[in-house]
C-alpha cells in the first residue's frame, strides 16, 4: 500500500483549532465561576475573542501524508506493552500521590454530566471540519449554532455546578474529558465503571504512541528489530512507572516527542512554512494539557530567538528583515502561549487555591542538588539510555547540527533546575523528570538509527542488553505494585500501594454488616471507589494518624478509639514493612487476617467476642 497525501485546508483546520479551544474553555465552563453576570459577560467575551484569534493565527493549509501502516506490527507492538503492563493496570489504586484524585475528579464529571454530550460536541466539530474541508459554506453555519448551543446548555443546566473550583481549575480540564469517554461508555453498557483499567487507559496508549513514534523510522527493512527497540524504550524505569499510572503527564509527553523529532525544521523555517508541518500543531496543543509545559514553550520561543540570530533572520545590519522576522516569532510566541497563559490567567483570578511557581535561585548552590539529580538520571533513564542521549548529542554536533542538540540539552538541564529552583524537596523527583524523555528519546533515536543502518547486529544486541537491564531495574513488582519511595529522593510523594480490594472484598463477605475504622494513615484514600465496585456501603470511619506517629502509636491510638466507639474491626494500613510490636492494653483485640502484597501490608484486627460479651 502506497503513501498517500491529504490537503486539509486553512478553515478545516481552524475549525479543528477553535474544536480543541472549545472543549478547553467553552464546555470547561471556566467563564461561569464568576461573582457576577457582567463578569461573566466579559469573561466568556473574552474567551470567545482569544479563541477567535489564536485559532485564525494558527492555522494554514496542511498537508498530511500518510504511510501506510503495517497492522501485524502495531499489534505485535501493543502485545507486547499488554503484556508487560497487565498487572500494573489493573492493581489497586494507590495510597498517596495523586492518582486516586483524578480518578476521583473523573467520577465526579461522569456522575455530573453524560458523555453522550460532549461525544456530540465531538461529532459536530468533526462535521463541521469536514465540511470546511470540502470547502462549503455550511461549516459556518453548523459551527456557529454548536458553540451557542453549548454556552446556552451550560447557562441552563450548569451542570458542573457541584464540581468546586479549586477541582475545575487545579489542572486544565480538557484532560478529564477525555479520561471520562470509557467508565461513561461502560456506564452506557451497564458495565460496572469502577474498573481501575478504565481510568489508565489514557496513559496507557499515549505510552503506546510514545513507544510507536520512537521505533516506527529506525530501520525500516527490519520492523522485528523495531519493535524490539520499541519495547527497550517501553521498559524504560521511568517510562514503565507511569505508562499505567492515571496523571496529566503522558499525553504531553508523546506531543513534545513530536516536536523534538521534527525541531530541526521548526527552528529554522519560518512562521507560515512551519504551520504547514503537521508537528507545529503538537507544539500549540501542549499547552492545553498541564501548565508545567510552559518551560518546554518557553525554551521553544528562546531557541528560534537564538536560530534567527545565527541564521541572520535576526540581525543590526538587516533593520526591515529583523523586524519582519521578529514579528514573525511574536506571532509564534502568541501561538504556543496564550491558551496556557489565559488559562493560568483564569485560575489565578477565579480560584482562590492557587500554587504559584516560587523561585530560590540560592538552591542551585547546594551540592545536594546536584548529586540528587545525578541519582535520580541513573535510577529512573538507566545509564545505557543516557549514554545513548550524550553519543546522540555528540553526533548532532560532529554533524554541525548544534541548533538541534543545544535544544535536547536545554531541555535536559532546564527542567530538572526549574523544579529544582521552585522547591527543593521535588529535585529528581521521577514524575517531573518525566519532562526530559521526549529531549532524551529524541537525542537517542540519532546514535540508535545510525546503528540499525550500519551495525545492526550491534543495534539488535544493544537492544535486547537494554531491555534486560530496564526489567531487572524495574521500578514495578512482579505482583503490579509500585515500589515505595521509588523517584524521590528528599521527600515522600511516592504512591504507595496496598492490598485494599481483596481486604474490602474479604470483609464485605466475612463482616458485611459490621462498622469498620480504617486506621494508619495519615492521607486520605479513595475507598468509595472500591464500594461502588463491590456495591457495598458499610459504616465506616477513619482513625487518621500523624506523619511522625510510629505504627504501634497509631495502632494503639485507634484501638483506643474504637472500643470508644464500639467498632470491633479495624482495618490497619502499616506504614512501611515493619509491623506494630503491640497494641492497646487489656490486649481486646486479635490479629484475624493479613493482606499483603510485594509492597505493603494490611492488618484485620477484631475484638474478642467475650470482650464484646463484657462490655454489652
Known amino acids: ?17 477553535a474544536g480543541v479551544y472549545s472543549l478547553g474553555f467553552i464546555v470547561t465552563p471556566y467563564w461561569m465561576r464568576t461573582k457576577s453576570t457582567p463578569e461573566m459577560i466579559f469573561i466568556l467575551a473574552l474567551t470567545l475573542g482569544i479563541g477567535a484569534i489564536w485559532s485564525f493565527l494558527s492555522a494554514k493549509d496542511l498537508e498530511v501524508r500518510l504511510e501506510p501502516l503495517n497492522a501485524w506490527q502495531v499489534l505485535i507492538l501493543l502485545a507486547g506493552m499488554v503484556v508487560l503492563n497487565f498487572k500494573t493496570l489493573t492493581i489497586d489504586i494507590p495510597w498517596r500521590g495523586d492518582e486516586g484524585i483524578h480518578i476521583t475528579r473523573t467520577l465526579a464529571l461522569t456522575s455530573n454530566i453524560s458523555i453522550i454530550w460532549v461525544l456530540g460536541f465531538i461529532v459536530v466539530i468533526l462535521s463541521t471540519a469536514m465540511l470546511a474541508w470540502k470547502k462549503s459554506k455550511w461549516s459556518i453555519i453548523l459551527g456557529i449554532p454548536a458553540i451557542v448551543g453549548v454556552i446556552s446548555f451550560n ?40 474498573q481501575e483499567v478504565f481510568f489508565r487507559m489514557a496513559p496507557f496508549l499515549s505510552t503506546f504512541v510514545l513507544v510507536w513514534i520512537f ?6 527493512s527490519k520492523p522485528i528489530l523495531n519493535l524490539l527497540w520499541g519495547l527497550a524504550v517501553a521498559s524504560i524505569p521511568l517510562v514503565y512507572y507511569y505508562s499505567s499510572i492515571l496523571y496529566i503527564e503522558m499525553p504531553a509527553i508523546v506531543l513534545m516527542l513530536i516536536v523534538c523529532f521534527n525541531i530541526r525544521s521548526l527552528l529554522k523555517d519560518n512562521f507560515q512554512t512551519i504551520k504547514q508541518n503537521p508537528a507545529w500543531y503538537a507544539l500549540i496543543l501542549t499547552g492545553f494539557i498541564k501548565e508545567t509545559t510552559i518551560p518546554f514553550l518557553v525554551c521553544f520561543v528562546g531557541w528560534r530567538l537564538i536560530a534567527g540570530a545565527v541564521q541572520g533572520r535576526i540581525s ?24 496556557v497563559s489565559f488559562y493560568l490567567f483564569l485560575r489565578g483570578t477565579l480560584s482562590q487555591q492557587t500554587r504559584w511557581f516560587s523561585i530560590s535561585l540560592a538552591n542551585l548552590i547546594k551540592p545536594i ?11 529512573q533513564l538507566g545509564l545505557p539510555f543516557l549514554l545513548l542521549f550524550f553519543a546522540g548529542c555528540i553526533c548532532l554536533l560532529w554533524k554541525k547540527e548544534f541548533l538541534q542538540a543545544g535544544f535536547f540539552l536545554l531541555l535536559f538541564v532546564l527542567y530538572p533546575a526549574f523544579f529544582a529552583v521552585d522547591t527543593l524537596i521535588y529535585t529528581g523527583y521521577s514524575r517531573f523528570n518525566l519532562f526530559i524523555i521526549p529531549p532524551v528519546l529524541a537525542g537517542a533515536w540519532i546514535l540508535i538509527k545510525r546503528l ?77 471507589f472500591y464500594f461502588d465496585q463491590l456495591d457495598w456501603t458499610p459504616l465506616t470511619t477513619v482513625s487518621y494518624t500523624n506523619y511522625i506517629d510510629s505504627n504501634s502509636l497509631s495502632l494503639s491510638r485507634a484501638l483506643v478509639q474504637a472500643e470508644d466507639d464500639n467498632i470491633n474491626i479495624i482495618l490497619f494500613q502499616v506504614l512501611g514493612n515493619e509491623k506494630p510490636q503491640t497494641i492497646a492494653s487489656g490486649q481486646l ?3 484475624e487476617k493479613i493482606f499483603q502484597n ?15 460479651a463484657k462490655r454489652n
Open 452 to 528: 540499525m543502518e550500519n551495525r545492526k547486529i550491534i543495534g539488535t544486541i544493544s537492544a535486547c542488553a537494554i531491555l534486560a537491564i530496564n526489567l531487572w531495574t524495574s521500578p514495578v513488582y512482579i505482583d503490579g505494585t509500585r515500589k515505595p519511595l521509588w523517584g524521590n529522593y528528599l521527600t515522600d510523594t511516592s504512591e504507595h500501594y496496598y492490598p485494599y480490594r481483596e481486604a474490602l472484598t474479604w470483609l464485605k463477605t466475612q463482616h458485611g454488616n459490621e462498622p469498620i475504622m480504617f486506621a494508619g494513615m495519615y492521607y486520605s484514600y479513595p475507598f468509595v
Open 369 to 379: 542538588v546536584y548529586s540528587t539529580l545525578l541519582r535520580s538520571f541513573y535510577d
Open 589 to 591: 483485640f486479635r490479629v
Open 316 to 339: 543590526l545590519k538587516s533593520i526591515k528583515t529583523s523586524l519582519r522576522s521578529l514579528e514573525d516569532e511574536l506571532f509564534i510566541a502568541v501561538c504556543l502561549l496564550l491558551p
Open 155 to 194: 447557562i441552563v443546566k450548569n451542570p458542573l455546578a457541584g464540581i468546586s473550583s479549586s477541582i475545575l481549575m487545579r489542572y486544565p480540564f480538557i484532560n478529564y474529558w477525555f479520561y471520562a469517554i470509557i467508565p461513561s461508555l461502560a456506564m452506557a453498557i451497564k458495565v460496572n465503571p469502577y
Open 215 to 220: 521505533q516506527r523510522e529506525l530501520c525500516r
Open 1 to 17: 500500500m502506497a503513501s498517500k497525501s491529504i490537503l486539509l485546508p486553512k478553515m478545516c483546520i481552524i475549525v479543528l483549532l
Open 598 to 612: 510485594d509492597a505493603h501490608i494490611l492488618i484485620v484486627y477484631h475484638r474478642k467476642p467475650q470482650q464484646r
